[in-house]
């Protein structure tokens, strides 16, 4: 049985860090593109982050968003079977459920995988950016 479980979420104030973990049973991530998605209460969800999958031909590119360019890092650790988001200098806007999402193989997209083609999806872990 696949299952995603993401971690890390909380409560933090702005300009505040959060290391945000996707940990995976039943699959190896390795072999997945991994993305990173976030839906904001009366909003649609929206892709934040890809890394494809670590298998040739795709080796670990990575994809961001616009608004989280240069404060948020998408990673992987093999060993523990885990994909992380690693996010700094968080904004209020930046609340929101985030979930992960896999797709086997390569990504769709040269760097990415559009939510509809996910695979396999974890339930989402909330993230409050807040004073």
């Known amino acids: 049985q696949v299952q995603l479980v993401e971690s890390g979420g909380g409560l933090v104030q702005p300009g505040g860090s959060l290391r945000l973990s996707c940990a995976a049973s039943g699959i190896t991530l390795d072999h997945y593109t991994i993305g990173w998605f976030r839906q904001a209460p009366g909003q649609e969800r929206e892709q934040v982050s890809c890394?494809?999958?670590?298998?040739?031909?795709?080796?670990?590119?990575?994809y961001y968003e616009d608004s989280v360019k240069g404060r948020f890092t998408i990673s992987r650790d093999s060993a523990k079977n885990t994909v992380y988001l690693q996010m700094n200098s968080l904004k209020p806007e930046d609340t929101a459920v985030y979930y992960c999402?896999?797709?086997?193989?390569?990504?769709?997209?040269?760097?990415?995988?559009?939510?509809?083609?996910?695979?396999?999806w974890g339930k989402g872990t909330l993230v409050t950016v807040s004073s």
């Open positions: 999402g896999a797709d086997y193989g390569p990504p769709v997209w040269s760097d990415c995988t559009p939510e509809d083609d996910m695979d396999h």
């Open positions: 890394i494809t999958s670590a298998i040739s031909g795709s080796d670990n590119k990575t």
